[in-house]
């Protein structure tokens, strides 16, 4: 049986006034039209927390701490374009406020309840952040 490589990404959770920070993806090629949470891949040599703080900076502008972060969730799932290992972690501080950093890739932030989601949500997002409801922290998706 060879060797399977895995494709690693992270997602944030922005928790605020019992609200969550969504994110509308545009113009990526990928889930476009769909809200989604701040997310992004591992880089080489980094750690998922890293690449959380990475992430979190990249796309809203806010700085945050690894040890604020807040695991919930980790979904292994296979796609078309190979398999995947996606940890989603919780927030609730973090330093600035969100701003689209990233006009070219996403055209909108909002701030929504968690039980309710916009409903062009990605699907898997939408299944792991129901998972946290229901204090479920693995899942598979396919």
Not at 10 to 17: P, S
Request: aromatic letters at 12%.
């Amino acid at each position: 049986m060879a060797t399977q490589l895995l494709i690693a990404a992270v997602y944030i959770l922005f928790e605020k006034d019992d609200k969550i920070l969504m994110i509308h993806r545009f113009n990526t090629g990928y889930a476009d039209g769909k809200y989604s949470l701040v997310a992004g891949h591992v880089e080489k040599g980094e750690s998922f927390k890293d690449a959380a703080v990475r992430e979190s900076l990249e796309e809203i502008g806010v700085k945050i701490r690894k040890q604020d972060l807040e695991f919930f969730h980790v979904m292994y799932r296979s796609t078309e374009a190979g398999e995947r290992v996606d940890m989603f972690f919780s927030i609730k501080k973090w330093e600035g406020d969100a701003v689209n950093m990233e006009p070219n890739k996403c055209d909108e932030l909002i701030w929504v309840n968690l039980n309710k989601l916009p409903e062009n949500s990605l699907d898997y997002v939408e299944f792991a952040l129901q998972s946290k409801l229901k204090n479920i922290n693995m899942s598979e998706w396919n």
